[in-house]
């Protein structure tokens, strides 16, 4: 395609490395930005330097935050006897959502997949594994935690491992509820459904099986 300048083209190579935007839908989006006013194009540019630049993890959860604990650790009011384990900060808003839980979070980065090369090494675990430790170790640590993790092939071997990694420290270890579609993503679970699956979450043991 012949693009009539090098900066339109150039904007177009950009926005069409996004996911899910060919260069068609691409050139629309730079040829709408053009047509609007320069300072709300500038607004968006300085909007996606600040994405990039400020945004950090949460050095407990590893959610993402603006400063080095994020609002959810750092909010008094949350249960910090429960921790819901999940694999990415989607999943963190897509149970914030719900309105349904109110304890702490993990964030894994991922699940076991030796296929793509992912080990539990390339996860947070040990960092999940000290926050319990931690805890018990001063008698105000966790209680219980909620493996919320994708019923995937890969989920499920991951909420495996950190059962066999959390066990001995005694606490109870539970799965939401299978409302969530096996094989399907946590994302884009609806809110009812997922709201559901917090409230009724299951026991999760080392045999793989889930217990009323």
């Known amino acids: 395609m012949q693009y009539p300048s090098q900066h339109i083209e150039k904007a177009v190579e950009e926005i069409s490395k996004l996911p899910g935007i060919g260069r068609k839908t691409a050139l629309r989006l730079a040829l709408h930005l053009l047509r609007r006013e320069e300072t709300e194009t500038s607004a968006l540019?300085?909007?996606?330097?600040?994405?990039?630049?400020?945004?950090?993890?949460?050095?407990?959860?590893?959610?993402?935050?603006?400063?080095?604990?994020?609002?959810?650790?750092?909010?008094?009011?949350?249960?910090?006897?429960?921790?819901?384990?999940v694999e990415n900060p989607q999943d963190v808003m897509a149970i914030e959502n719900t309105a349904q839980y109110h304890g702490l979070y993990h964030v894994l980065g991922g699940v076991i997949s030796p296929i793509e090369g992912v080990g539990p090494s390339d996860l947070r675990i040990d960092s999940l594994v000290n926050r319990v430790a931690g805890g018990n170790s001063a008698g105000g640590g966790p209680k219980e935690i909620i493996l919320a993790i994708s019923p995937t092939m890969e989920g499920d071997t991951t909420a495996f491992y950190l059962t066999r990694k959390l066990k001995p420290f005694g606490i109870r270890i539970s799965?939401?509820?299978?409302?969530?579609?096996?094989?399907?993503?946590?994302?884009?679970?609806?809110?009812?459904?997922?709201?559901?699956?917090?409230?009724?979450?299951?026991?999760?043991?080392?045999?793989?099986?889930?217990?009323?």
């Open 45 to 85: 540019a300085q909007a996606l330097i600040d994405l990039r630049t400020k945004t950090r993890n949460c050095s407990n959860c590893h959610n993402l935050a603006d400063s080095e604990i994020c609002s959810i650790c750092a909010n008094p009011r949350r249960d910090a006897s429960v921790i819901c384990v």
């Open 175 to 212: 799965s939401i509820a299978r409302g969530v579609p096996v094989g399907g993503e946590l994302e884009y679970t609806d809110e009812i459904t997922l709201g559901r699956s917090i409230l009724s979450r299951t026991l999760y043991n080392t045999s793989g099986e889930d217990k009323e």
